[in-house]
């Protein structure tokens, strides 16, 4: 009776610290208190999300230079610049500006699995500044 009352009480403590801690340090990963605070392009599309998060990376240079970047982003792509064994299906994300990759329009899908089943719709953009991508 007493081990499963340590289970139970060390369960119950993971749970406190997830819920409390990590979680919304990950909801928030990289961004300051007024970003998380601030209205974001395409806020006023979904009226009542059923999960929101502001996550922010830093990157010091021109919003032009990482625009090429981000818009060759995707699966069978340049990749997605992460844990490429996991979110490209084991092959490596690209060291480089792919041109093939430098188009951008509304309605275009950008694919998030091998298979290309899966992925996202650009619902909008403003070159360099966004873009709102849609599933």
Known sequence: MEIFLTILLFALLAI???????????????????EVKMPLIGDDIVHKPHFVATRAVTI?????????????IGSSRAGWYSLDRID?????????????????????????TPDQKNGIWVKDF???EFILWWD
């Not at 610290?17 to 300051?32: C, D, E, K, M």
């Not at 299906?89 to 950008?110: C, M, N, R």
């Open 16 to 34: 406190i610290v997830y819920i409390f801690l990590l979680r919304p340090r990950n909801l928030t990963w990289g961004a300051t208190k007024a």
């Open 60 to 72: 010091k240079a021109p919003a032009a230079e990482v625009w090429q970047w981000i818009i060759q």
């Open 88 to 112: 490209n299906a084991g092959v490596h994300s690209t060291l480089k500006i792919l041109p093939e990759f430098q188009k951008i329009e509304l309605d275009y899908f950008i694919p998030f």
């Open 126 to 128: 403003h070159h360099p």
